[in-house]
Every structure is written in structure tokens, then in C-alpha cells.
């Protein structure tokens, strides 16, 4: 079966590249990297449900799509969407399960499963746009690598907010065919502006200096080495370029650093969690300026929870029961921190 999405979004990709290497010579490595990213994550010997992704994607229904909007906080796509169409789009995409970061409404008003499609994700992405968005420099007309970026909805948030390039790069084979569904609905309402190479960050050519604004948002805690971590984010930065990052952290002075001994949260590849002044001097020791720390919220069950998209245990399963302040392991509560800083 052909997949006609994603050999549209990965010749877009390509052209998107091409166009940049004739303004930043490092663009090339990519684009020599390039076949072998997006073939690896076709690869079952290496993915498993792979085949079954794309088969998901392949068959969703083409719809008269009226109108897409990346600016608001459910990522909207007005189309017109009949009975049968609705159920078969639903039961494809819930074959994408669990679906983790939104919301996306294709069809009919949103939280209305009777007119249209509620993917109601296991965190509201919105709420954390919310609290980052008001802080960022313009994001019009920048190069931006979305590091981490799931099923991509932040990153259609920044070409919501008039980004000239996105690209997202996830190793998640699962969220790379979340990403392709909603490109399918999405089509070219964006230009094609926003991409996503099913990679993780170390994977990508150091150095390469190619994106204005680089996102790292929910990923520093998993990283063993968060110095390096911090290096390559620094590398894919054009000089004077923003940093974005957004991580885990404690309450303490610029010492504190919570390393857990299995798992924390039940999560068990979490490794480091600083506090906010202890994040700033490694920010500052990774050779970044103008270092900023612009929110610190503490996650509730409110914002990441079970739902009928993502049915398996969330943060109301982790919390220790009598005490909603600490996780099962007796540590602090998630509490989240973003810190802006420049190259």
C-alpha cells in the first residue's frame, strides 16, 4: 500500500533541506544522512508495529478539509466529516495509541465525538505552550529544531506561530506516524513548513549551526549526560541563537541535584534533576549567556492524566496516596522549570 503522506512529507522534507544547504553549507550532511533516517524507522526488524503504523496512516480517509488552525490551543482542522468517515478515522488513529501530547480536533466542535474527533492526549501540551509562548523572541520567520517534539504538536504550534521551518526529530517510531496522521489532515495548510526526521539528537551532524531557536522541552532529565545534552542543543545553534529547554527540577540552591536510585515517578530513566540555580550554572558552564529562568510550575493530575487516547497509568498512579506531594519512590513531585538563554 502506498503510503502518499509520508512520501509527500519526506520529498518536502528533502526539498526543505536542499533549498537550506544553499544557504548553510552544513545542510548537506543531513541531506546525506537523510535516506537512512527515514528508512531506518521503516525498518520491522528494527520497529515491530512499524508496518502496522503505516498502514494505519495509509488508509485514513482523504477529507475536504475547509480549514486548519495552528494558533489555537487544540490544534484544529475544520473538515467535513461524514458518519462513516468519522468511525473509520477513529478506529485508525486509535490504532496510533497511546497518544501522549495535544490536543488535535479534526471535524466538528471540539469534546463533540458525535460531529468530529476529540484526541484528547494524555498531557494538555496547551498548558505548557501557555506558560512558554509569552517569553519566546518572535518565532516569525526562524529556523527552529524541536527536540524531542513527540507527536509534533508543539512544533505545529511554532508554525502556528509563523516559524519559517520546523523540524521536529524523535526516535518514537509510534510518534513519527502520530506526526504523518495529522500531516495527512494538515496537508500543505502549513506550506510545509513543518518536518519531523525520526532521530534522536545525537544522531544529527554536530556543529551544524542551523536553526535560529532550538526546543528542548521534557528531555534533559533522560539524558545520562546532561552536559553533553546541553552541547549538542548549543552546536545546532546559529551564534546569538535561543535556547529553549524545559526539564525536570527540585527546590534547592546552585549544589542541589536529586539523582534517583531506580526510578522516580516509576519512570526509569530519569537521571538528573537540578534545581533551577544548579540548571543555570550548567547552562552558563556549557558556554551559554543571558541565562533565564521564565517558569517554574509543578505538574498536577489536571494537566497529565489517563484518557480515552492514552489508557495506561499517568501521574495520579505515580503520586504517593497519602501524600500527592511526593512520588511513590518519596521524592519531590514532578515540578517542571523552562530557562531561556542565548549562544
Not at 482523504?62 to 478515522?89: C, H, M, P, W
Not at 530513566?269 to 540555580?277: D, E, I, W
Request: with cysteine.
Amino acid at each position: 500500500m502506498t503510503n502518499q503522506t509520508i512520501a509527500n512529507a519526506e520529498r518536502e522534507l528533502y526539498l526543505t533541506l536542499l533549498a537550506l544547504a544553499q544557504q548553510q553549507p552544513s545542510a548537506y550532511e543531513w541531506l546525506k544522512h537523510l535516506p537512512t533516517w527515514l528508512g531506518d524507522i521503516k525498518d520491522k526488524s528494527c520497529y515491530a508495529h512499524a508496518p502496522a503504523y503505516q498502514a494505519a496512516v495509509a488508509r485514513l480517509p482523504e477529507l475536504t478539509v475547509n480549514s486548519v488552525d495552528l494558533g489555537s490551543d487544540t490544534l484544529k482542522i475544520e473538515a467535513n466529516l461524514s458518519d462513516s468517515q468519522r468511525k473509520q478515522t477513529t478506529a485508525l488513529l486509535k490504532q496510533l495509541m497511546p497518544w501522549r501530547k495535544g490536543p488535535f480536533q479534526i471535524g466538528g466542535q471540539i469534546g463533540d465525538d458525535e460531529s468530529g474527533i476529540t484526541i484528547d492526549t494524555e498531557w494538555h501540551s496547551d498548558w505548557k505552550w501557555a506558560r512558554v509562548a509569552p517569553h519566546l523572541s518572535a518565532l516569525k520567520n526562524r529556523r527552529i529544531l524541536d527536540v524531542g517534539g513527540g507527536s509534533g504538536y508543539h512544533g505545529w504550534r511554532m508554525a502556528g506561530a509563523g516559524a519559517d521551518t520546523v523540524i521536529i526529530v524523535d526516535p518514537s517510531c509510534l510518534f513519527y506516524h502520530q506526526f504523518m496522521a495529522i500531516r495527512h489532515f494538515v496537508g500543505a495548510a502549513d506550506n510545509y513548513r513543518t518536518h519531523y526526521i525520526p532521530v534522536p539528537l545525537e544522531a544529527l551532524p554536530e556543529h551544524s549551526q542551523l536553526f535560529d531557536t532550538v526546543f528542548s522541552m521534557g528531555v534533559l532529565y533522560h539524558r545520562q549526560s546532561p552536559f553533553e545534552h546541553l552541547q549538542q542543543l548549543k552546536g545546532q545553534l546559529i551564534k546569538g541563537g535561543e535556547l529553549v529547554l524545559e526539564t525536570l527540577v527540585i527546590e534547592g540552591d546552585a549544589n542541589t541535584v536529586l539523582v534517583p536510585h531506580e526510578r522516580y515517578a516509576q519512570m526509569n530513566n530519569v537521571y538528573f534533576l537540578p534545581s533551577v540555580a544548579a540548571l543555570i550554572g550548567w547552562l552558563e558552564k556549557a558556554g551559554f549567556r543571558e541565562v533565564r529562568c521564565v517558569d517554574v510550575d509543578v505538574t498536577t493530575t489536571a494537566e497529565q492524566r489517563a484518557t480515552k487516547w492514552m489508557t495506561y497509568q499517568s501521574l495520579a498512579d505515580f503520586l504517593d496516596p497519602n501524600d500527592r506531594a511526593k512520588t511513590l519512590e518519596g521524592y519531590p513531585a514532578p515540578m517542571r522549570a523552562t530557562l531561556i538563554a542565548k549562544k
